[in-house]
């Protein structure tokens, strides 16, 4: 006998009705046409609603993301309308299957070629630790190239976890200080990453 | 008529001889071998034949065996007569320290590839290839890696222990 | 009167008449990773070199190491739009070599999952085609569709996309009725989408000028370069493995093989969209012989063959017997009879081909994947030859090509 699961049969209709959610306002004191708050907390804000990511799909997570890009699982509900393809104008760069070696360096080119503020995803096992690929000719893990802000497992990992991810990346950057990149720890992470 | 494996067995033979051998067919499928010389004019007498008529390179590939000393590498080629919808397969050995073997990309186009991905992954030099060099792997690397004497794992990573893995003892 | 005859020049310095455009290996446009170097002259492609291998995982060196049922994990990432019909055709394979005889009712339901996935790879290619000469609403409608699938394969085999399904001589477990009532549930709303779709793009002027015309092929060519499947049939070749040679019982159902004639990408199209209405077809076909199964025929779900078939879970922690098969199994006990097996089944890109030696021992001496992208790849030159830049696009969209299956 068959396990008694069953999902989505009969799919239910969500009621859209006046359940719109809306970004809460950071703390800060209010007055009569005035508002003040800390800048980190004001461009954080700013920063985690809009983000642009730029999708790096090399294999079967991209399929995934294709998925969660789609109606089903929008992406853009996240503030993501914009994919864009170009690094010099994207925040996010979500590298997604696997890394070989021969891609190795191009990660890194086209990591060299955003602009700070950068985040990096690294989706899928492959693009985490190599996954199932323990070979000669598969980077095991992105790290090795790039540092990476989160890093989303799974074999492909469901939409639901891409989004996961991608609203754990947005608590970092709505989080970070904006003296951040300036320091020197900051700077220290790129050094061991060979990148000035 | 329809054509058989017979057939083409007694085509083969009445043309080349006793240069080909090992005449099997495992499930089914007409496998034999020939000298590596022979490799192009075998297949030019299958394309060219009119009943014969394999037109048709399904697969070029080869095989290591380290064991079978003066033939180490085995290059087979899958062929298909398309319209009578028989298969054929024409393995060609060579010895590993001089392995060259005249290319099919004259034949068939689609040879150019599979004979670079063979290079690459056996060290097979295919004599005459337009563009012999690596496809799928680094083109620095010096090693053929599906030979069996290299390893799977890359040997200088850091991050995985192969005692945890479980490996050393089984092959 | 050209310039040379007022000016001179000096010495090298208009050498070289055409660009250099790099293309990839991350673009917008490869879905996947390959690069390609063009040659332009003006808009014109010269020539073009392309560049493959930068997914190259290894799986026939990985398949040297793994015993038969871990090797199905491989082949999902083959070609990953449509991983159910790479996982039987390895099982069919498997099947082949250790002489074990699936039956029928295991049969249709292989038959209807990979009509089911064949169409989910069709989908995802004709909607990029579709996204690449700059519709995007086509993809968002079939999309969801491509869940429904997914649920479908989720029933089966619990995942989405990897699917890992099946065994050798079955599937793992019977369907349940929830995935009888989606694939009832697909049947029913899946055409009025894909008459949309048709729709949309079939007769749409802005589409047909993107694509008539566009990397056509000749026949000959195309089977010199070794073309399957769609691709080869848009240019007028109508082979298909599951005619030639039928595997898993596709002798029982009744469909046509749509046959293009110029090969270039609105053909590519049509001959694909005309396949997922032939899949549709089968799968009605089969779903309706699985339902005339009644009794104990319709509690069917794998070949009797113990020494290879992995015992359903359940079993495994009641019985005794099931428990020792389990084990057997899976610390390499049965025996693999030495041998050596080509089998080849009908993929989304045309015919895979699974090349397996075996030496007697738990792994596969060598096994070799014939993939139709690496192979029909190379033709991408020819294509492309004189056509103009943005052809290149759409050219590549149309192929198909998917990076997984192309480098391996």
Known sequence: MARPV?????????????????????EGYAGDGFFTTSLSKVVGLARQNSMWPMPFATSCCGIEFMATM?????????????????????????????????????????YLQMAEPRWVMAVGACASSGGIFDTY???????????????????????????????????????????????????????SYGIQ | ??????????????????????????????????????????????????????QFLTDL?????????????????????????????????????QPDIFTATQLYSAANWMERETFDFFGVNFVGHPNLKRILNVDEMEYFPLRKEFPLEDQTRIDKDDAMFGRGTIK | MSIEHHVKLPEGSIEKNTTTLNLGPTHPATHGVFQNILEL?????????????????????????????????????????????????????CEKLLGVKTPKRVDYLRVIIMELSRISDHLICNSVVGVDSGAFTGFLYVMQYRELIYEIYEEVCGSRLTTNMGRIGGFERNFTNAAFEKIEKFLAEYPGVLREFENMFTRNR?????????????????????????????????????????????????????????GDCYDRFLVRNNEMWQSLNIIQQAYQKVQDMKGAEAEIFHADAPSYYLPEKKDVYTKMESLIWHFKIVMGETEIPPGEVYNSVEGGNGEVGFYLISDGGRTPYRLHFRRPCFIYYQAYSELTKGAMLSDAVIVMSSLNLIAGEMDA
């Open chain 1, 137 to 191: 000719s598969v980077l095991q893990g992105i790290d090795q190239v790039v540092p990476v802000d989160v890093y989303v497992p799974g074999c492909p990992p469901r939409p639901e976890a891409i989004l996961d991810g991608f609203i754990r990346i947005q608590e970092l950057v709505g989080a970070e200080s904006v003296r951040r990149r300036n320091s020197e720890q900051y700077k220290g992470l790129l050094q």
């Open chain 2, 61 to 97: 590939t080869a095989v290591h065996y380290p064991d079978q000393a003066g033939r180490e590498l085995a290059v087979v080629y899958h062929l298909h007569n398309l319209t009578d919808n028989i298969r054929l397969r024409l393995k060609v050995f060579t010895a590993i320290g």
């Open chain 3, 206 to 262: 802005i589409f047909m000028e993107r694509t008539i015309g566009a990397g056509p092929i000749s026949a000959e060519r195309a089977l010199n370069y070794g073309f399957t499947g769609p691709n080869l049939r848009a240019a007028g070749v109508d082979y298909d493995v599951r005619v030639h040679t039928p595997y898993s019982s596709y002798e029982d159902f009744n469909f046509e093989i749509p046959v293009g004639t110029t």
């Open chain 3, 41 to 93: 002259d003006g808009e014109r492609i010269v020539s073009s070199e392309q560049t493959v291998g930068y997914i190259h995982r290894a799986f026939e060196k990985l398949a040297e190491r793994r015993p038969l049922y871990q090797i199905t994990t491989l082949t999902d990432r083959l070609n990953y739009c449509s991983s159910p019909i790479n996982n039987m055709g390895w099982h069919v394979t």
């Open chain 1, 70 to 110: 789609a109606s089903h699982y929008d992406l853009a509900r996240f503030g993501a309308e914009r994919l864009g393809f170009s690094p010099r104008q994207c925040d996010l760069l979500m590298v997604m299957g696997t890394i070989a070696k021969k891609m190795g360096p191009i990660v890194k080119q086209v």
């Open chain 2, 1 to 54: 008529m329809a054509l058989t494996n017979e057939t083409i067995k007694e085509r083969l033979i009445a043309k080349f001889g006793d240069q080909l051998s090992r005449f099997e067919e495992p499930y089914g499928l007409l496998t034999f071998e020939a000298p590596k010389d022979l490799n192009l004019k075998v297949m030019q007498f299958l394309f060219d034949d009119e009943e014969l008529r394999f």
């Open chain 1, 6 to 26: 069953r999902f989505n049969v009969h799919p239910i209709k969500a009621n859209i009705k006046d359940n719109i959610s809306l970004v809460d306002m950071p």
